[in-house]
């Protein structure tokens, strides 16, 4: 499979504790993008790479969020001190040369996150 | 106002029926304009890319855009219950530089009964 890929599924965790998920895009994708999406709602951007360099952060996005594209292939979004209000799915998307057009973004599965 | 309207429904057709989705925007710069398919606890799907204005036509699914008015249409012709999912207007601008970012409707829940 070729296609935007996320780790892990699902996380769940306490209150306070810092968390990690990993996105892989599709190969040869120079863009990525992070979005966050709670029920009954469209996703929400965060954040938006170019290769390696980080471009764009939301506004929205609080301190405690960080997120890397070291090699400028996989990337990770930490959060630290999670809250309860963090709970909800976390999109990684991907564009690039491939694909319909150079805008077209590819999402991955989602990771879920449950924060008790 | 927000950028991009999309009523969430739910909408419930019974199978075979001809399903119409819409969109509103208000931001004349919009030009790129996607629909996305998204099953419950899975990420959105493309399903459908149109650049500028016109009609996309595959298989089942045609889109239409009308800039003049504002408005997008998605409509799936004979409806199937694997149908069913949440679809999800976005698009973009031409002048957002590098950064396509996508400005998103809510998205529409469509039930198709079998």
């Known amino acids: 499979d070729t296609g935007v890929s996320q780790d892990p599924r699902h996380k769940i965790t306490k209150r306070g504790q810092n968390v990690t998920f990993r996105c892989d895009p599709i190969s040869e994708h120079n863009r990525l993008y992070w979005y966050r999406q709670t029920l009954g709602q469209g996703p929400e951007f965060l954040t938006y790479?170019?290769?390696?360099?980080?471009?764009?952060k939301s506004r929205l996005l609080s301190d405690r969020f960080s997120a890397e594209r070291p090699k400028g292939s996989f990337s990770t979004l930490e959060i630290q001190r999670t809250e309860q209000g963090d709970s909800a799915m976390y999109l990684c998307?991907?564009?690039?040369?491939?694909?319909?057009?150079?805008?077209?973004?590819?999402f991955g599965p989602g990771t879920r996150l449950t924060v008790l | 106002q927000k950028e991009v309207e999309q009523d969430p429904g739910p909408l419930s057709v019974p199978e075979g029926a001809i399903v119409s989705l819409n969109c509103t925007y208000s931001?004349?710069?919009?030009?790129?304009f996607m629909w996305y398919r998204q099953y419950s606890r899975k990420g959105p799907e493309l399903l459908m890319y149109t650049y500028s204005s016109g009609n996309k036509e595959d298989g089942r699914f045609t889109a239409q855009v009308d800039k003049s008015s504002k408005y997008i249409s998605l409509f799936i012709r004979d409806s199937q219950p694997s149908d069913s999912a949440t679809y999800l207007c976005?698009?973009?601008?031409?002048?957002?530089?590098?950064?396509?970012?996508?400005?998103w409707g809510l998205g529409t829940s469509l039930a198709v009964n079998p």
């Open positions: 976005a698009m973009s601008a031409e002048n957002a530089g590098n950064n396509r970012k996508l400005i």
């Open positions: 998307a991907s564009s690039g040369r491939t694909g319909v057009s150079t805008d077209t973004q590819y």
């Open positions: 931001n004349s710069a919009f030009q790129y």
């Open positions: 790479f170019q290769n390696e360099a980080q471009l764009e």
